[in-house]
């Protein structure tokens, strides 16, 4: 057989199947591992880590590997880590009015240490410049005083990363974001004029420095932004560089999010920029929360403490496994969660650098987007996502599902794998997360050589994901 596969992913929604007296109805799940679906996407990025001025920077090295996060953006580094001199611009360059072309005047050590952890883990970098986001006093996100100059300082950013300048590095950091968020106060308070001239100067200055860069923005707070239409339009008449468009989207459901995809990629296609890439560059779920007013209507520290909890809990791991197989089959190139870092609340991770309940969806959601291939499959287990996938040397297999299912109950489910890319017995091993369990391996065992149907049962309210490889080549 032509060893050939890719990936699928299937949602259905619905109630649990019950027989008579409350008895289970058995599910089914089909998958052909021959039959080809389209790639994988590379949506399990995070924002910021595995750096931390703390101790814990050890234990983020070796949980970002697990989840294999592909892309790490930075943004709102001072944030987390308490290290106000890194990424920014402000950081970078304090002196807005030096010569930009003097390394002299640029404070790159903190920075380094931040982009050498994620380059040494392998994962690439987005780098946003531009600056954190100020809530109270506006010390750095006003207009620059001179855009020129910004931009130059910008493209010397670019030269210390991937051309030495400065004693620097050769990373070959192809993406660069140029701001966040300039559609709301706490990030620009300047004007729309403003925005789009400074990231016409900027794009136009990176792009000229270095064609083969990708150069994108504005990340604005959501793809239905006021500022959208009018900064695509800005960018075609004054034929600035959009490599790709950056967006955010914070939901109280997963479906918001393929959704907002979907939107992007119209608005893009329909101001004549088709092929400039889509990227989620923050998303996470948010729901019974006023972010626009920071928790001012909630009742207080404790309730607040209490929405984080679920978001970073059981219910937040479901949300992000669900987001990380719907965005499977939207319009969209690029997704970082935010944060992969120890910022108290929004990160996956707590001050010690060991991760919440919600992280487990990306270490489960690794194992079958290393594999590289996605493939058929097909369902009719209620309340659940499916997903499946093979390597494209044929020596292995796996199998993602998402319980979404409410009662306490697990569902027997038969399987059906098809054309599996080696004859003979398969082993079958199992790693789960739910509400007791962290992703870990909780069973294996063999299954008989062809398509005789295999049945287990699937808890609710888990991600469980089968691994296949051959028997034969155990021994």
Not at 15 to 32: E, F, I, L, N, R
Not at 63 to 92: E, K, M, N, T
Not at 277 to 300: I, L
Not at 333 to 345: K, M, S, V
Request: some cysteine; charged content about 20%.
């Amino acid at each position: 057989m032509k060893k050939r596969a890719a990936w699928l992913t299937l949602l259905v929604l619905g109630a649990a199947a019950t027989g008579p007296a409350g008895a289970q109805q058995g599910a089914s799940v089909s998958v052909d591992f021959a039959v080809t679906v389209g790639p994988f996407k590379p949506v399990h990025g995070v924002n910021n880590g595995p750096y931390t001025i703390t101790a814990a920077t050890e234990n983020l090295r070796r949980f970002h590997q697990a989840a294999g996060f592909p892309f790490v953006r930075l943004h709102d580094v001072p944030l987390a880590y308490g290290a106000p001199y890194a990424v920014d611009i402000s950081a970078v360059f304090p002196c807005a009015d030096a010569d930009p072309e003097d390394p002299k005047y640029y404070t790159f050590a903190k920075t380094d240490a931040v982009v050498a952890a994620i380059v040494t883990n392998g994962a690439q970098v987005i780098y946003r410049l531009g600056q954190s986001i100020e809530h109270r006093e506006k010390f750095h996100t006003n207009p620059p005083k001179d855009f020129a100059r910004w931009a130059r300082v910008c493209v010397n950013i670019v030269r210390h990363y991937n051309a030495g300048w400065a004693d620097g590095f050769r990373y070959g950091i192809k993406r660069w974001e140029i701001w966040n968020e300039p559609d709301i106060r706490p990030c620009w308070t300047g004007t729309q004029a403003q925005f789009f001239d400074l990231y016409v100067k900027a794009a136009k200055a990176l792009k000229a420095y270095d064609a083969s860069l990708l150069v994108g923005g504005p990340a604005v707070t959501g793809p239905g932004s006021k500022l959208v239409k009018p900064f695509l339009d800005h960018c075609r008449a004054q034929q600035a560089p959009l490599d790709f468009f950056s967006w955010h989207c914070y939901a109280t459901k997963p479906e918001a999010i393929s959704g907002a995809a979907r939107q992007a990629r119209q608005l893009l296609d329909e101001a004549g920029f088709t092929q400039a890439e889509s990227y989620c560059t923050e998303w996470r779920e948010m729901r019974g929360w006023d972010w626009r007013n920071w928790g001012k209507t909630r009742q207080g520290a404790a309730d607040t403490e209490a929405l984080f909890e679920k978001f970073n809990g059981a219910q937040g791991m479901l949300f992000c496994a669900t987001v990380l197989m719907q965005l499977q089959d939207a319009p969209i190139h690029i997704a970082n969660f935010y944060t992969g870092d120890t910022l108290p609340r929004w990160g996956l991770f707590d001050r010690y650098g060991f991760p919440c309940k919600a992280y487990a969806a990306f270490p489960a959601y690794h194992e079958l987007f290393k594999l590289g291939q996605r493939v058929q499959a097909q369902s009719d287990l209620a309340a659940a996502l499916v997903l499946a996938g093979v390597a494209a040397d044929g020596q292995s297999a796996a199998l993602m599902v998402t319980s979404l299912a409410q009662d306490g109950a697990a569902r027997p489910v038969t399987f059906a794998l098809g054309n599996l890319p080696w004859r003979g017995a398969t082993r079958c091993e199992v790693l789960r997360a739910d509400e007791r369990t962290d992703f870990a391996r909780v069973g294996e065992e063999t299954l008989p050589a062809g398509t005789a149907p295999w049945m287990t049962k699937i808890p609710p309210q888990s991600v469980t994901v089968f691994k296949f490889t051959a028997a034969a080549a155990l021994r």
